[in-house]
Nanobody, 121 residues
Framework: VQLQASGGGLVQAGGSLRLSCAVSGRTLSWYVMGWFRQAPGKERAFVGAIDWGTGNTYYDDSVEDRFTIDRDKAKKKVYLQINGLQVEDTAVYYC???????????????WGQGTLVTVSS
């Protein structure tokens, strides 16, 4: 699966952003599409994921309900909507694809290049 994230930029705190990830490949219904982020000086962290086939979503416990993941099958895109942006949300956001029998067992093997989100106070 090939992935290309876009939509990042400089945003003021309190604003919103919708990141996109263009997806290509075969049998996408077998995959889970995830979003991770890596803040400056920190490790890459899981944000959430969506089952491409069913549309079911799963979020990390640390992620607030300001984050929403959805997908458009026709456009072959996955989205990450972030509302109420905070300075702490500043990070490079990556989309990824993987497979697994449960959310916790998904192994993400294909990664996009990342898109930078910078939130100013």
């Amino acid at each position: 699966v090939q992935l290309q994230a876009s939509g990042g930029g400089l945003v003021q705190a309190g604003g919103s952003l919708r990141l996109s990830c263009a997806v290509s490949g075969r049998t996408l219904s077998w995959y889970v599409m995830g979003w991770f982020r890596q803040a400056p000086g920190k490790e890459r962290a899981f944000v959430g994921a969506i089952d491409w086939g069913t549309g079911n979503t799963y979020y990390d416990d640390s992620v607030e309900d300001r984050f929403t993941i959805d997908r458009d099958k026709a456009k072959k895109k996955v989205y990450l909507q972030i509302n109420g942006l905070q300075v702490e949300d500043t990070a490079v956001y990556y989309c990824t694809a993987g497979q697994g029998s449960t959310w916790s067992r998904v192994k993400y093997v294909d990664w996009g290049q990342g898109t930078l989100v910078t939130v100013s106070s």
